[in-house]
């Protein structure tokens, strides 16, 4: 099994930055990928930007230039640096592994982020 912890959501007002933690550990692979994805309410949960071992990254269109992702192989933990934020980034954000040949999913127990004035 694989756990995965977060920290750093909160509230912020508009303009503001946010750095989210998710710390990985168990039956951790040698090759997975971590990510972040965020769920507004009514809204289905969609990826944010994600990163494989060998840092290739994917972000979403609408957080290019404004979120940063990044991970510290040596400690399992990826980080999302969230600047310039926005009333529509407030959602609960998800800290994912996946790992595999036949991919398995993990899922943080997500943080919320709440971006108001």
């Known amino acids: 099994q694989v756990q995965l912890v977060e920290s750093g959501g909160g509230l912020v007002q508009p303009g503001g930055s946010l750095r989210l933690s998710c710390a990985a550990s168990?039956?951790?692979?040698?090759?997975?990928?971590m990510g972040w994805y965020r769920q507004a309410p009514g809204q289905q949960r969609d990826l944010v930007a994600r990163i494989t071992k060998g840092g290739r990254i994917n972000y979403v269109d609408s957080v290019k230039g404004r979120f940063t992702i990044s991970r510290d192989n040596a400690k399992n933990t990826v980080y999302l640096q969230m600047n310039s934020l926005k009333p529509e980034d407030t959602a609960v954000y998800y800290c994912n592994l996946e790992q595999g040949v036949v991919p398995k999913t993990y899922w943080g127990q997500g943080t919320q982020v709440t971006v108001s004035s």
């Open positions: 168990g039956s951790i692979f040698s090759f997975y990928t």
